[in-house]
């Protein structure tokens, strides 16, 4: 794979199961299948602990003995990151930026914070949630006042102009999915970071699929995602030296389940949940991939996806958010 030069460090164990939604791809009529990456890494899984392989194995690489990572109050990527920093002997340093207002108690205390405090990890607070190069300066401000203690941290940043090393994990995960079922129409994926998206659809590229890869926007609209994977493309390519895929690949988002906003539930959220949980038995989280199935019955009314098209739905997890929900969820259900 092209990004085989860059140091890693193993944290998913073997391949994710593809399976068939039988009862989905009835009612909805098309071929639906599910790729169980909220089975990948522990505790609780997700698609991060693709990601961190790679940012993990650099800091690995630079004989770290801490970690800096930034996100919101409820992130799977803070709690992921802080699980797998402890197995390899560093020190979790997390950073949370109020991304969400108006939530409750539960949502400050449960869920990933709890599992976090489980964890030992540092917890410092960030009081924005829409200024990720800031909350990166932030980081790398504490990093620096450690290095000067004689400590060796190494900061994950989040703003979209750095290396996307976490993008390497997804063109790894393409390659998994290819050769368990090379001939899918469409993959449908949540789109935050644009990381996981985005090594999808390089990663599938370079696999030789033409599946059409589409992003659920789950914190910016269409339009403002669409730049932001520009910029994650360009700097995978520069990453992968050497790969087969263009920078320039076409973009395929979606907004419907955006609103009300990043991190709020609404009722496309709520359907996506019901939906697979009671023909299915499988759990949603509301952030992400809620968001992400919500597009898929949306885009077969609207044509975009025909009947008996073979569909593969990339459950990227995070179901340790849910329980941060509980005073929304309850109300819901």
């Not at 609404?266 to 759990?283: H, N, P, S």
Request: glycine letters at 12%; hydrophobic letters at 45%; charged letters at 20%.
């Amino acid at each position: 794979m092209s990004g085989d030069k860059h140091p890693r460090v193993q944290l998913v164990a073997g391949e994710m199961p593809i399976y068939r939604l039988h009862n989905l791809s009835e009612d909805l009529g098309v071929n639906l299948y599910i790729k169980r990456d909220d089975l990948a890494g522990a505790p609780f899984g997700g698609n991060k602990a693709r990601q961190l392989e790679y940012y993990l194995g650099a800091a690995q690489a630079e004989r770290a003995d801490a970690i800096f990572i930034t996100g919101a109050v409820q992130s799977n990527f803070v709690r992921t990151a802080a699980a797998a920093a402890r197995s390899l002997g560093m020190k979790p340093i997390v950073q949370l930026e109020d991304r969400v207002p108006g939530m409750g108690v539960a949502y400050h205390a449960s869920g990933n914070v709890l599992l976090l405090r489980i964890l030992g990890a540092e917890i410092v607070r960030f009081p924005e949630g829409e200024n990720e190069e800031e909350a990166d300066a932030a980081l790398r401000l504490r990093a620096r006042q450690l290095r000067g203690e004689g400590a060796r941290p190494y900061v994950i940043p989040l703003s979209a102009g750095n290396p996307p090393l976490g993008a390497l994990g997804y063109m790894r995960a393409a390659e998994e999915i290819a050769a368990q079922a090379p001939d899918f129409d469409f993959v449908i994926v949540p789109s935050g970071s644009g990381l996981t998206h985005a090594g999808l659809l390089a990663g599938l590229r370079e696999a030789g699929s033409q599946a059409r890869v589409i992003g659920s926007c789950v914190r910016r609209t269409a339009s403002s995602q669409a730049e932001r994977l520009g910029v994650v493309l360009e700097g995978l390519a520069r990453l992968a030296g050497g790969a087969s895929f263009s920078p320039d690949l076409p973009v395929h988002l979606w907004d419907g389940a955006l609103a009300p906003g990043y991190g709020k539930v609404g009722d496309a959220v709520v359907d996506a949940m019901k939906m697979l949980a009671r023909r299915e038995g499988i759990l949603l989280d509301p952030v992400y991939s809620a968001k992400a199935l919500a597009a898929i019955p949306a885009l077969i009314s609207a044509g975009t996806i025909p009947k008996t098209s073979r569909v593969l739905f990339v459950h990227t997890g995070g179901l340790a958010a849910t329980f941060g929900y509980r005073d929304v969820l309850e109300a819901a259900f």
